[in-house]
T-cell receptor, first 112, second 114 residues
Framework: GNSVTQMEGPVTLSEEAFLTINCTYT??????LFWYVQYPGEGLQLLLK?????DKGSNKGFEATYRKETTSFHLEKGSVQVSDSAVYFC???????????FGKGTKLTVNP | DAGITQSPRHKVTETGTPVTLRCHQT?????MYWYRQDPGHGLRLIHY???????DKGEVSDGYSVSRSKTEDFLLTLESATSSQTSVYFC?????????????FGPGTRLTVT
């Protein structure tokens, strides 16, 4: 079946550091890929998405590129801020389905 | 922001009592979902709905039932709450954006079963 594996957290960085959160997936065909962010005490928000190979999703300084050859969708940001502290979830949908398959989440803490 | 509300936002209840959580949307989306979030497990799908009176089970449906009598409302019921159902519950709705469905989440309900 479809699955998503993302790096175990927690991740702790200093402000202005470079961020990478790894995400790999297992799926047949051509899934659509997503990153969601959950700030403390809130629900999940869609951060960015990519729907086909080599697409780059971007939002709020975050980027992720859909790499079919490595089945990956790693999240990156060049300079994190304290306000980026949150839990990040990688997810996929398969073949026009509306159901999401989530990774387990990676908690990011950014210190001033 | 997608128009999704959940009620109540917090609830403490005793083992063996029934509990109903409500999700309300103003987006007229067809698909609605209930998830639970627990440390170490991420988000797990409990039940989902693909239309009025059309529902199906997710991966952790035991002990839960759902109902959807109107497009805008999706109810999750714990018939007899147990301590293992202490969790944060999220409702989500799904709508097509371009070529792909996107899910939008409510603010969550924190349920404690004592």
């Amino acid at each position: 079946g479809n699955s998503v594996t993302q790096m175990e957290g927690p991740v702790t960085l200093s402000e202005e550091a470079f961020l990478t959160i790894n995400c790999t997936y297992t799926a047949t065909g051509y899934p659509s890929l997503f990153w969601y962010v959950q700030y403390p005490g809130e629900g999940l928000q869609l951060l960015l998405k990519a729907t086909k190979a080599d697409d780059k999703g971007s939002n709020k300084g975050f980027e992720a590129t859909y790499r079919k050859e490595t089945t990956s969708f790693h999240l990156e940001k060049g300079s994190v801020q304290v306000s980026d502290s949150a839990v990040y979830f990688c997810a996929l949908t398969q073949g026009g389905s509306e159901k999401l398959v989530f990774g387990k989440g990676t908690k990011l803490t950014v210190n001033p | 922001d997608a128009g999704i509300t959940q009620s109540p936002r917090h609830k403490v209840t005793e083992t063996g009592t029934p509990v109903t959580l409500r999700c309300h949307q103003t987006e007229n989306h067809r698909y609605m979902y209930w998830y639970r979030q627990d440390p170490g497990h991420g988000l797990r799908l409990i039940h989902y709905s693909y239309g009025v009176k059309d529902t199906d089970k997710g991966e952790v449906s035991d002990g839960y039932s759902v109902s959807r009598s109107k497009t805008e409302d999706f109810l999750l019921t714990l018939e007899s709450a147990t301590s293992s159902q202490t969790s944060v519950y999220f409702c989500a709705i799904s709508g097509i954006r371009g070529v792909v469905y996107e899910q939008y989440f409510g603010p969550g309900t924190r349920l404690t079963v004592t």
